[in-house]
Structure formats: C-alpha cells, structure tokens
C-alpha cells in the first residue's frame, strides 16, 4: 500500500516551453503533497506545498509563477515547469501522506528527470 | 528549526553492521526522527522511523537516546545492494514538512 505514481519518468524538451509533471497517490488520498527538486550529487530541496483545494505554498526562493502546482483531486497533484530553461534540469520528486495519518511518514514517488535543451 | 547532521560518506564490507549516527541537538518534544533510503535516480525509500528508546522492523533498527539529540540507523548484515544515500529527516511538527539534510553516501564493497 501506500503507492505514489509520478508521469512521465522523463522528459526532454526545448527552452522556452511548458512542461507538466504528475503525481498520484494510488491507493490513497491525501490533501497534502510535497514536490521537491534534486540536483546531481546533491540532496532534495522542498519547492513547495500542494495543498488540495487551495493555493500552494512555495518555499523561500522558488518562483511560485515560474513552478505552477494545482491540487484538483485528493489523488492528484500537478507541478508545470512555465517557460522552462536549460538551468530548470533536474530531478523532481513528489510525496504525499495518507489521509489521516500524519505528516511525519511521506511515502515519494519514483521522480521525474527533466532535461531542457 | 532543527537541523540534522550525518557523516557525508561511510565505508563497509558484505556482512557487517553497519551503524549510521545523525545528530539533532533542536529537535522539538513532538518531532518524529524518519530514515529515508535512496538509489540514483530514485524517489526516496521509508526506512524506519521512532521516537524514543529503540524501534526495529525487518530492515533496520533505530536507536534514540533520552535526550533525543542524536538517533542511530542500524543495518545488519549489509549486502552491496544496500549502497545508497541515507537520510535523516526530523518531522517539524509546526511546520508539517519534511526537510533534507545532505544524506550519508554508504558504500558496501565485497
């Protein structure tokens, strides 16, 4: 139990456009989820706050227009990377909680390798 | 906040323990302490997690002081394919997140 799911696994493509990034919680719900970035050799920096139903909340630094995150569904985060540039290349991961359990256990999913040419 | 910190890297062979010390001299009375297991390129993996004394599962024990300030992950008896990153994480319970300290880069040699 406790799956969490992130399409696609990879994707490569040019500066300058958009790309979307979905996490879902298989077998459970969750008003939280938690998208991180991870950078090589280096280890995983919290972005932001999916928050389902409201607005995210965006980490110190992390252009929230830039890392557009929509919480539509208690299974569904989406995390769309807005006019993305070369130094946007990295590892993204996403993590939620089951609902009613707390915060403190995070169950990540399998994370998303964007490369941007 | 609290603040974790492990070795950056450690060194072991086929078959032997393995212990892992994380030091968190701020952690706050209702923190949790979570280790997280990752491979490359990998989301990371729930390992074990406590809040006091020892707790052990199939994989791992962890071993908590009285004061809490430190926490140990031990693995016996590793096999190569446990080098990984560990990670120590405390739960700020105010502030509902999950943050990551550099992480412990174990290699297991034959």
């Known amino acids: 139990g406790a799956v969490v799911s992130q399409h696609p696994s990879r994707v490569i493509c040019k500066s300058g456009t958009s790309v979307k990034i979905e996490c879902r919680s298989l077998?459970?719900?969750?008003?939280?989820m938690f998208w991180y970035r991870q950078f090589p050799k280096q280890s995983l920096m919290l972005m932001a706050t999916s928050n389902e139903g409201s607005k995210a909340t965006y980490e110190q630094g992390v252009e929230k227009d830039k890392f557009l995150i929509n919480h539509a569904s208690l299974t569904l985060s989406t995390l769309t990377v807005t006019s993305a540039h070369p130094e946007d290349s990295s590892f993204y991961i996403c993590?939620?909680?089951?609902?009613?359990?707390?915060?403190?256990?995070?169950?990540f999913g399998p994370g998303t390798r964007l490369l941007v040419l | 906040l609290a603040k974790t910190t492990q070795p950056i890297s450690m060194d072991s062979y086929e078959g032997q323990e393995v212990n892992i010390t994380c030091s968190h001299n701020?952690?706050?009375?209702?923190?949790?302490i979570t280790w997280y297991q990752q491979f490359p390129s990998q989301g990371p993996r729930f390992i074990i997690q406590?809040?006091?004394t020892k707790v052990t599962n199939e994989v791992a024990s962890l071993f908590i002081p009285a004061d809490r300030k430190s926490s140990t992950l031990s693995l016996p008896r590793v096999s190569l394919s446990d080098t990984a990153v560990y990670y120590c994480?405390?739960?700020?319970?105010?502030?509902?997140?999950?943050?990551f300290g550099q992480g412990t880069e174990l290699s297991v040699k034959p």
């Open positions: 406590g809040y006091k």
């Open positions: 701020n952690i706050a009375t209702n923190d949790y």
């Open positions: 993590s939620a909680d089951p609902l009613g359990q707390g915060q403190e256990t995070q169950y």
């Open positions: 994480l405390v739960f700020y319970n105010q502030g509902g997140k999950l943050i």
């Open positions: 077998d459970f719900q969750a008003t939280t």
